[in-house]
């Protein structure tokens, strides 16, 4: 295991780049503490899988450096690395039993065979796989084969980084659900540092202890999925995060009160110098709510998701969702809406421009 640091990290698929546009990857300073359960989460063409790339050493960045454990490893090839990797579809022998693939990573080391047994015995009882040690491997089912790889990349003691791609894409949704559990408690039993690349914001906030937030090849936040949800550093977080994702509403500053339409906003605290640009209110739906008074909206739409409903409104042109429990205004109804003002925040040029510190007296007495 390993603490990973990125220092100045840039890369570019162009010999001679030349703007910021040029780059996939735009300066990443990152620190990684030894043992730690990260995630590395953004759409598909965001920068991650080159970045997934560089820390294993098939690519080599164009600027800046890659350390483990101060030791400088930019230039080192993948096998001199010591790293384990778990890809998309299962990386197993087929002709070999469960246990004879979980021996193989440790056997290509040298490990004496008592070693090689009490580490397979280990790994196979947290996987839950034991009873299929003496089976081939070729007739598992695709989650079991997957447990597998896992198992794989877990069974060495000794490396630096475990890192995982995309690791449960081809697995059937209604069995990703103990897969995702199964990979969190393995993580908390083994300790080792891990690295998970994904699209899909469920798998990365259930896993990662911190999840590294990724648009258009840069960095947008680094923080837990409770800092993620409900204090979004940019208002694609807020929109890439939660489902539905964070209401985001244009609005205007006047004498320092938000204003969507001709209604006062009250934001969650005062607002981070002269906020000059592009200026947006964005409120989780969860803290969306119908009062007696508020904001005038019309109901549009109705969905019944389970556990809570999604309500979606329209007022002064946009749409508002509101999540709620309990029985829910029927669609085409007048209502009024009240926005929880310690969840309400301000965005210039999409990122967040207000502090919780202070009350916002210039807004004491608005919605």
Same mark, same amino acid.
């Given at each position: 295991?390993?603490?990973?640091?990125?220092? *100045?990290?840039?890369?570019?698929?162009?010999?001679?780049?030349?703007?910021?546009?040029?780059?996939?990857?735009?300066?990443?300073?990152?620190?990684?503490?030894?043992?730690?359960?990260?995630?590395?989460?953004?759409?598909?063409?965001?920068?991650?899988?080159?970045?997934?790339?560089?820390?294993?050493?098939?690519?080599?960045?164009?600027?800046?450096?890659?350390?483990?454990?101060?030791?400088?490893?930019?230039?080192?090839?993948?096998?001199?690395?010591?790293?384990?990797?778990?890809?998309?579809?299962?990386?197993?022998?087929?002709?070999?039993?469960?246990?004879?693939?979980?021996?193989?990573?440790?056997?290509?080391?040298?490990?004496?065979?008592?070693?090689?047994?009490?580490?397979?015995?280990?790994?196979?009882?947290?996987?839950?796989?034991?009873?299929?040690?003496?089976? *081939?491997?070729? =007739?598992?089912?695709?989650?079991?084969?997957?447990?597998?790889?896992?198992?794989?990349?877990?069974?060495?003691?000794?490396?630096?980084?475990?890192?995982?791609?995309?690791?449960?894409?081809?697995?059937?949704?209604?069995?990703?659900?103990?897969?995702?559990?199964?990979?969190?408690?393995?993580?908390?039993?083994?300790?080792?540092?891990?690295?998970?690349?994904?699209?899909?914001?469920?798998?990365?906030?259930?896993?990662?202890?911190?999840?590294?937030?990724?648009?258009?090849?840069?960095?947008?936040?680094? =923080?837990?999925?409770?800092?993620?949800?409900?204090?979004?550093?940019?208002?694609?977080?807020?929109?890439?995060?939660?489902?539905?994702?964070?209401?985001?509403?244009?609005?205007?500053?006047?004498?320092?009160?938000?204003?969507?339409?001709?209604?006062?906003?009250?934001?969650?605290?005062?607002?981070?110098?002269?906020?000059?640009?592009?200026?947006?209110?964005?409120?989780?739906?969860?803290?969306?709510?119908?009062?007696?008074?508020?904001?005038?909206?019309?109901?549009?739409?109705?969905?019944?998701?389970?556990?809570?409903?999604?309500?979606?409104?329209?007022?002064?042109?946009?749409?508002?969702?509101?999540?709620?429990?309990?029985?829910?205004?029927?669609?085409?109804?007048?209502?009024?809406?009240?926005?929880?003002?310690?969840?309400?925040?301000?965005?210039?040029?999409?990122?967040?421009?207000?502090?919780?510190?202070?009350?916002?007296?210039?807004?004491?007495?608005?919605?």
């Amino acid at each position: 295991m390993a603490k990973i640091t990125l220092s *100045k990290l840039r890369h570019s698929y162009f010999p001679n780049p030349k703007s910021p546009s040029d780059y996939a990857l735009k300066e990443i300073d990152l620190d990684w503490t030894d043992g730690g359960a990260y995630a590395l989460l953004g759409p598909s063409g965001c920068g991650k899988s080159t970045l997934l790339n560089i820390i294993s050493g098939l690519l080599v960045p164009s600027e800046g450096q890659i350390l483990f454990d101060g030791q400088d490893v930019t230039d080192l090839p993948p096998d001199q690395r010591n790293i384990a990797q778990v890809f998309q579809f299962p990386v197993i022998y087929d002709t070999m039993t469960v246990y004879d693939n979980l021996a193989f990573p440790l056997r290509n080391r040298g490990r004496d065979e008592d070693t090689v047994r009490d580490r397979v015995m280990a790994i196979a009882e947290m996987l839950e796989v034991t009873e299929m040690l003496d089976q *081939k491997a070729a =007739g598992l089912s695709p989650d079991n084969k997957q447990k597998i790889s896992m198992g794989r990349g877990l069974v060495r003691e000794d490396v630096n980084v475990v890192m995982f791609d995309e690791p449960l894409t081809v697995i059937d949704p209604h069995l990703k659900w103990k897969l995702r559990s199964k990979l969190k408690e393995l993580h908390q039993r083994v300790k080792a540092t891990m690295i998970y690349v994904t699209h899909d914001q469920t798998e990365a906030l259930t896993f990662a202890d911190q999840v590294v937030v990724m648009q258009l090849g840069e960095v947008v936040q680094i =923080g837990t999925p409770v800092e993620l949800f409900e204090r979004p550093a940019h208002t694609f977080v807020g929109h890439f995060i939660g489902s539905p994702g964070m209401n985001i509403l244009p609005c205007d500053l006047r004498a320092g009160v938000a204003l969507f339409g001709a209604d006062a906003i009250a934001l969650e605290g005062p607002i981070r110098g002269e906020a000059i640009g592009k200026t947006e209110i964005g409120i989780r739906p969860e803290f969306v709510k119908f009062a007696e008074s508020g904001l005038p909206a019309v109901v549009t739409k109705v969905s019944d998701v389970g556990r809570h409903t999604v309500v979606e409104c329209s007022a002064n042109g946009s749409r508002i969702n509101a999540v709620i429990e309990g029985t829910a205004p029927t669609k085409g109804s007048e209502v009024h809406l009240e926005f929880r003002r310690d969840q309400t925040r301000l965005y210039v040029d999409g990122w967040l421009a207000t502090d919780p510190d202070k009350p916002d007296t210039a807004a004491e007495a608005s919605l």
